[in-house]
């Protein structure tokens, strides 16, 4: 099946610095991707969705200047968690599909820990 | 307000069946995903039903009624690598994915 692939898995940095997370389809070309966090015993909620060449979407409530979204290609969307602090741990997955909309794959996800 | 129940956990014994159930309200209905998801790591793809009735794969069916805003995951000889969050997630007529809370599921020997 098709791969998607989220680097990194597990990053810890401290309080007022930046965070970036990319995710890549690595055998297929993504019309668009989405950015999900999830917090402990809690359901995916979804941040955002992202198409290439243009701006995200943003769900009510995700701050788009705090969690900036680029989808430069593709096969590339980035997170970048601007001066995170100790609320914005989280596990942050992406996901992306083909089109078709049952045939959506995850990245393996990536454990924000800000001190 | 667009809703999805299942339970937060349960428990079955190794080698068992068990039912998970999930009921839905949503604004429209473009499908209904299943998704296993070990602690610490992404979902993974279980199934997928449109049409009402059941689909089985392996060990694991899943099963559909749009009528009633139902579906459950069945998952026969239950196995210790089973035990896990399984989530049940619906496409609204927006294609926006809904996700419910996640059932935990303890397998006991």
């Known amino acids: 099946g098709a791969v998607v692939s989220q680097h990194p898995s597990r990053v810890i940095c401290k309080s007022g610095t930046s965070v970036k997370i990319e995710c890549r389809s690595l055998?297929?070309?993504?019309?668009?991707m989405f950015w999900y966090r999830q917090f402990p015993k809690q359901s995916l909620m979804l941040m955002a969705t992202?198409?290439?060449?243009?701006?995200?979407?943003?769900e009510q409530g995700v701050e788009k200047d705090k969690f900036l979204i680029n989808h430069a290609s593709l096969t590339l969307s980035t997170l970048t968690v601007t001066s995170a602090h100790p609320e914005d741990s989280s596990f942050y997955i992406c996901s992306a599909n083909t089109g078709e909309y049952e045939k959506l794959f995850f990245g393996s996800g990536t454990q924000l820990s800000v001190l | 307000g667009q809703n999805i129940d299942q339970p937060t956990e349960m428990t079955a014994t190794e080698g068992a069946i068990v039912q998970i159930n999930c009921t839905y309200q949503?604004?429209?209905?473009?499908?209904l995903f299943w998704y296993q998801q070990h602690a610490g790591e992404a979902p993974t793809f279980l199934s997928y039903?449109?049409l009402d009735g059941l689909e089985e794969k392996g060990r694991f069916s899943s099963f559909l009624s749009r009528s009633k805003g139902y579906s459950y995951l069945l998952l026969k000889e239950l196995q210790m690598k089973d035990s896990a969050s399984y989530l049940c997630?619906?496409?609204?007529?927006?294609?926006?994915?809904?996700w419910g809370a996640g059932t935990k599921l303890i397998i006991k020997p």
């Open positions: 992202s198409n290439e060449g243009s701006k995200a979407t943003y």
């Open positions: 949503t604004s429209g209905f473009n499908g």
């Open positions: 997630a619906v496409l609204d007529s927006n294609y926006q994915l809904i």
């Open positions: 055998d297929f070309q993504a019309t668009t």
């Open positions: 039903n449109v």
